[in-house]
Every structure is written in C-alpha cells, then in structure tokens.
C-alpha cells in the first residue's frame, strides 16, 4: 500500500512541471494571450501605435449599425459553411461511396478529384478568374454568356463557393474513401444475407460505423468554412459581394488602415461564432465518453 | 486573337504575398542589420544609404537602380518590397526599423505621416530644390505644419484616353462640356462601340471617376475639404456628383465590378469602347505600335465656374524617415533624386510618369508625355486622388466598398450617403 501514499520524486515533479509547463506557457502565450488580447483591444480605439483610448462597447455598435460589410460578410460565411456542409460535403461523400465500388477507371477519377486539393485556395482563385472573367472568361466563351459572373453580387457568392467546393470535395472524398476502405466487408455481407437493399445497407450499417471520420469531416468543413480567406481575396479582395469575416479583420488590421480596435470587434464575433461550434462538438465528444 | 489573360503580374505578386504570410515580406521590409561601416567602396561622401523602395515592377524597379547609378557620393542599399504590400504595411515598416528613405506618395498621404512624427524635416533641402518645383508641387510636399517632408520624383496626369485612328473614322471630336460628353456616347453607341471603358473590380479606379466629377462640378477646395472629412457627404453638393455619375453610368461598359483596369484598356486596345478615363498608366496595355495612337483630353466642364482648372495627377516620390540612421546621406540621396537629370532616366525608362522638376528635359518625351506634361501645367489644382487624399483607413474600408455598391445599385443615392456619412464620423473622429 505504500506505493498508492508514496509522494511523487523530485524528478517527477521535474518531469511534470517541464511537461506541464511547456504545454501551458505555448497555449497561454500562443492561443489564449492573443485571444484575449483581441478581446480587450476591440474595445479599444487603438491605430496600433499612440495612445489607446477606451470606448466600451462602440466598436460592435458601430459594426452592427453602420458598416454594410459586416452583414453581408455574416451573410457569406454561413452561405459557406451551409454550402460546404450540405452540398460539397455529401458530394464527396457520394463521389467516395462511387469509388469504392471499383468502378472501372476509378484510380483516374481518384485523382482527378482528387489534384485539385494539392492545390492552395488562392490558386484555386486565379483559376477561378479564368474560368469565370466577363470578357476573356472561359465559361462566357464557351457558353455564349455575357454575365458578369465576378462582379455581379448576387451571383459571385456562388460561383466562388462552386470553386472552393470543388477543392473540398476531393478532400472529403479521400478521408471518406479511406474509412470505407477500413469497414469490414463481413458487416456488408450480413446485411446482405438478411434482405437490406443497397440503399438500406448503406445508411443502416456502413455509414454509422464511419461515424469517427464523419466526426472529422464535419470539423474539416467548419474550419474551412470560417477560415476561407484566400480564395475570395484572391479574386477581389473579399469586396463587392464576396466579403468573408477574415478578410474584414485583415481589411481592417493589417492593410494600411490600422483600424487595431475595429478590426479585432470583427475577429471576436468570429471567436464567438467558431466557440459556438467547438463547444458544441466537445459537449458532444465528452458526453459521449461519459 | 492576341489577347492577354486578365492575370497581370501584380495580381500574381498579390497572390504570392497572401500565399506565402505577408508577415514573411514585412520582415524584408527593414533594413534589420545596421548598415555595413567600413566596407564601402569609392567616393563614400555621404557613406551607406538605405533606400525603401515598392519599385517591385519590372520597369520602374529597373528605372529606379539606372537612377541610383547617377548617386556617386555614397552607396545605396535597396530593399524592393511588393508595391501593395509596402503600402499596406507601412505604419510597421515606419516604427519598426525604416530604411534612410523611402518612397512614398504628396499629399494628405505624407501628412498623416509627418503628423505623427514618423518623417524627418527636409526643409533644409528644399530651400536648395526649391526653385526646381513649380508651387503646387512644393504644396503638395509640405506638411500641416508648414515643414516640407517629400521630394517629388515623378507623377501621373488623369485624363480621358482614346485612340486617335477610332475617332479619325468616325469624326470624333473631344468634348467641351458634359453634354458634349453625353452626345459623343450616344454617337457611339450607335456606332457600336461601347462609349466609356469602365472597371472597379480592384475598387480604386471608380475613385477617379469621382474626384474628377467632385473637381468638375464643386471645385478642388470643397473636394479637398470633403476628402479631409471636414464636408459632409449628405450635402446636396455631393449627392449632386452622384446623380451626374449616375446619368453616365449608362454610357459605361457594363459589368464593371467584374472587370480589372487591365482589361478594361485592353477593351479600348482592341477598340471595342471609346475613351477611358484612367491614368497615363494605361499605355502599358497597349502595344509598343499602338502607343503613338493614344491620345487623350481632361474630363470636360460641368459648371463653368470652375471649368476645367483641376486634375488627379498622384506625385510619387521620396522621404526621409525619422528613424533615419545616416540623415546626411540620405538628404544628399533625395537631392540627387530632386535632380532633373535624375528624374529624366527615369521617365525614360517609364513612359507612363513625368518628372515633377520644372527643370526636367522634356524633349525626349513621348507624344503621349507631352501632351500630359502640358495637361498639367494648365491645371491651377493638382489633386492627388482620392486614396492620397484622404485617410487610408476611410479610402479602403469605407470608399471602396461604397463606390461599388453604387455601382452596383446607382439609384440608391441617399441611403448610400448617409452610410458613408456615418462611417465618415467613426472614423474621422
């Protein structure tokens, strides 16, 4: 019993105060310092120099009343996340289902969905600007349009989620791909003997045994839906139509505006949104633990 | 057909920037190791100088460094950054570790530098250049507190470009006044042509359109006032310049949100629109042949009381910084480049500029530079454009997205100006 009452050595305490720390001093100072910091300096009228000036709560006043980019960047990233989520997510799903068929030419399909993921999302942009352009556009050209496929605010929302979509969807297509390969064909094969249809098969037995990689696709495609940035920047700088939180926050912060206060009222309304989900999703994960 | 793709090499600069963390090229940015004593080489008068530059385009860039050939009492160090990456890094670049000089743009754009103590006083200098400079340039150099802090290099003119071969064909003659402008459109367009070029994808060229439409119909002092925050946008007098615009508007090329400057001179190149007002920038769309057909005439009169005395000519040029390590240098730098042979190497190199000296030879000018050179001289007002004349914080956050939201619905005027206003007292306060 003495083992159970025994105090930790002195090297444990080394060991753990090391591994503790580490951990902790990274996550403060890299994670929970700079968020907070955010926190207070929206409340702040701050040029990232000089002195810094309180002003409460004026920062969200201002951005919720009186700057029409903020709504419709709102607007954007939940028409992402929506499209993402309901749209991209399940076609790649679908595509992966496809594929694991063995279909013939399935290794040619696999990278042909899947290349566009190699791809960085601001490159997914200017190929986007080629595709779309008014004037020198491919698919004006081809179809005979003249639509004003990039400028126009109520179609370039869509376009853009089109192109952003296609880099996600193979990516979703791989992760789901590899968890079907993982499901045990004995699972399939009695549902099979017991009379379910393919349909049946699918939704009743092999989809809930993917239940973990559908855990991580569903986080993969809400941290893509609210990091998107690069794509939309690429194309216009994230104006006219195709405003996104994230290029608010840097619109305001790093460009040679400085608004450091007004900027970092965007980037917490973002934190609170992304909180929205991780608390949600760890609830989720720790009552099912429990 | 040889049509380029609408991808310039700026965009892709852009692009390569966001790509690759823009905190990685500000770090480019300083001039982080302390200037190299001992190991400089000949006439070394004025020692080490650092020079912040954006010249990152090809033929600027290259003009720049046959600039710096000229400066033989001393040696150069040159840190090129990305053009926009320069500018939107600026208040960094300029509190952290600044270069001697660097380049920045007249105007309110170096006063709210200066302002903040970010700029040596060049005063001294300018009692030696000072009668190389016509007023409006040594105006535009000065800061709120009387001391002048920039040298001008080279600038721009705005003005409405056309190729001279089109209106030969059809008769064309440049118009006098707004309603001359709008009959020409119409004649155009029956023509098949579309009368205006017009493109605001990147936001900024709209800007020109209504600093030019502002000078025309209000004058150059409400429009500087309007621009320093000290005129309200509900005035009448601006809601003026947007019902204007918004008569125009339909003789544009549509679609203009989705379309950049580039293709949108492009479109002029092919003449498949009539004019386009931008700046002389424009020729570097057109082929090196069809540069000798450019032409242009300055946006005609609105009301006659001002006629057509004001122009948007940006001035690019040099400061010292306040953190400068080697002062002396670095005004002897700024002295070279206030010289007029200086600033001819590099309108040479760059058809698109004109050197600000008024000592500057202007006979090896292009057709194209003397005409704008002369635009200029008959100008009494120079503005410096709109995102040089205003905080940089309202030009991007608030102008930008507001002229294309006009753009996009012209007929909602009001709501429009009053958003601004609003946005104006947030900022400007």
């Known amino acids: 019993m003495a083992v159970k009452t025994r105090r930790y050595s002195a090297r444990d305490v080394t060991v753990l105060v090391i591994g503790l720390g580490v951990a902790v001093i990274a996550s403060v100072g890299l994670v929970w310092g700079p968020t907070l910091a955010s926190v207070v300096l929206s409340a702040t009228d701050w040029n990232g120099f000089g002195p810094i000036e309180w002003v409460g709560g004026r920062n969200y006043g201002d951005l919720a009343g009186e700057y029409p980019p903020f709504w419709s960047a709102v607007r954007n990233n939940v028409l992402w996340l929506g499209f993402l989520g309901l749209v991209a997510t399940p076609f790649g799903l679908f595509c992966a289902v496809l594929l694991d068929r063995r279909l013939r030419l399935s290794r040619f399909y696999q990278s042909a969905l899947y290349l566009p993921v190699v791809l960085s999302l601001a490159v997914v942009g200017f190929i986007a600007q080629l595709v779309y352009s008014t004037d020198y556009g491919v698919l004006n050209a081809v179809t005979g349009l003249s639509v004003d496929w990039l400028g126009d605010r109520s179609v370039n929302i869509w376009v853009v989620m089109v192109a952003a979509a296609w880099r996600h969807v193979g990516y979703v297509m791989i992760i789901y791909l590899a968890g079907l390969k993982a499901v045990d064909p004995a699972l399939k094969e009695a549902a099979a003997i017991d009379g379910a249809n393919e349909a049946q098969t699918f939704f009743r037995v092999v989809f809930p045994t993917l239940r973990p990689v559908n855990v991580i696709v569903l986080v993969i495609t809400v941290i893509e839906a609210l990091r998107a940035f690069d794509i939309v920047y690429a194309i216009n700088k994230g104006r006219n139509g195709l405003e996104l939180l994230s290029v608010l926050v840097t619109e305001n912060i790093v460009g040679e505006a400085s608004r450091i206060g007004f900027g970092s009222a965007i980037a917490v309304v973002l934190l609170v949104i992304s909180l929205g989900f991780i608390v949600t999703y760890l609830s989720q994960l720790f009552r099912e633990e429990r | ?429």
């Open chain 2, 1 to 429: 057909m040889d049509q380029r793709p609408p991808l310039s090499r700026r965009n892709l600069l852009i692009g390569a920037a966001a790509a690759f963390g823009v905190p990685a090229v500000l770090t480019g940015c300083g001039s982080g190791a302390p200037a190299p004593g001992g190991s400089t080489t000949g006439n070394t008068a004025a020692g080490a100088v650092t020079l912040g530059s954006n010249a990152s385009d090809e033929v600027p860039k290259k003009s720049l460094e046959t600039v710096l050939k000229g400066f033989t009492s001393g040696q150069v160090k040159v840190n090129t950054v990305d053009h926009n990456t320069f500018q939107e890094n600026i208040n960094r670049y300029l509190r952290g570790t600044p270069d001697d000089v660097f380049t920045w743009f007249a105007g309110y754009r170096m006063q709210f530098f200066a302002e903040q103590g970010l700029a040596t006083d060049i005063s001294d200098v300018w009692r030696e250049i000072g009668a190389d400079y016509t007023p409006a340039f040594k105006a535009a150099s000065t800061g709120t507190d009387g001391k002048q802090y920039f040298v001008p290099f080279t600038y721009y003119p705005w003005a409405v470009f056309y190729r001279k071969s089109v209106w030969e064909e059809k008769g064309y003659e440049p118009p006098k006044t707004l309603d001359e402008l709008t009959a020409l459109s119409r004649r155009m367009k029956a023509d098949g042509l579309v009368p205006i070029a017009f493109a605001d994808k990147d936001g900024w060229p709209a800007m020109g359109t209504f600093d030019i439409i502002n000078m025309r119909t209000n004058g150059y002092d409400f429009h500087i006032a309007l621009m320093a925050g000290k005129e309200s946008w509900t005035d009448p007098r601006v809601k003026q310049v947007f019902e204007t615009w918004r008569g125009l508007l339909e003789h544009h090329q549509p679609a203009a949100l989705g379309r950049t400057w580039q293709e949108a001179a492009q479109s002029l190149a092919e003449k498949k629109t009539g004019m386009y007002l931008l700046g002389m920038f424009v020729a570097q769309q057109f082929p090196e042949a069809d540069r000798d057909d450019l032409d242009f005439f300055t946006f005609p009169e609105i009301n006659p009381a001002y006629g057509t005395d004001s122009i948007d000519a940006p001035i690019d040029g040099y400061m010292v910084s306040a953190k400068a390590r080697n002062v002396d240098g670095a005004k002897a730098l700024i002295k070279h480049f206030a010289q007029a042979a200086a600033q001819n190497v590099a309108t040479e190199a760059d058809p698109g500029t004109l050197a600000a000296s008024s000592k500057a030879d202007t006979s090896g000018y292009s057709a194209l530079q003397k005409r704008g050179a002369e635009l200029v001289s008959q100008a009494s007002h120079i503005a410096q454009f709109l995102d040089r004349d205003t905080r940089p914080d309202f030009a991007s956050t608030v102008m930008i997205p507001s002229l294309q939201s006009f753009i996009d619905k012209p007929a909602e005027i009001d709501s429009l100006l009053v958003s601004i206003e609003k946005q104006k007292a947030n900022i400007f306060r």
